[in-house]
């Protein structure tokens, strides 16, 4: 595990959460909630994560975090996502809200 996670890793009764956990490149306008950060602690300390979130949870800053999280740590070097058409733009756009330095290839519909 990189020491940079090790060192502010702080596992709770409930399950994984970040503490004073930081994330590098995230826009400074948006704030994690709680549910977020332990859902991102999960994805990048355990062997795998399912976000079986209501609709409105923020999933998709959920998703963004934890990949960048992975990619920062070394521990991807590229994500893929699969999402369902409908909701391409709206993960983009999002994605980069929360990230707006990050490159993004996003698939379209055909015109």
Not at 17 to 28: K, N
Not at 105 to 110: A, D, G, Q
Request: charged share 20%; aromatic share 10%; glycine share 8%.
């Amino acid at each position: 595990m990189h020491e940079d996670v090790a060192e502010k890793r702080v596992v709770s009764l409930d399950g994984y959460c970040f503490g004073s956990f930081d994330f590098p490149g995230m826009s400074r306008d948006i704030q994690l909630k709680a549910n977020q950060q332990n859902s991102v602690a999960r994805n990048l300390y355990g062997k795998n994560t399912l976000l079986g979130h209501v609709i409105g949870a923020g999933k998709i800053f959920m998703m963004a975090a934890a990949a960048m999280g992975s990619k920062r740590l070394g521990l991807s070097n590229k994500n893929l996502f699969v999402v369902p058409n409908h909701i391409i733009e709206q993960f983009a756009s999002e994605f980069l809200q929360l990230y707006p330095s990050a490159n993004l290839l996003v698939s379209s519909k055909k015109t």
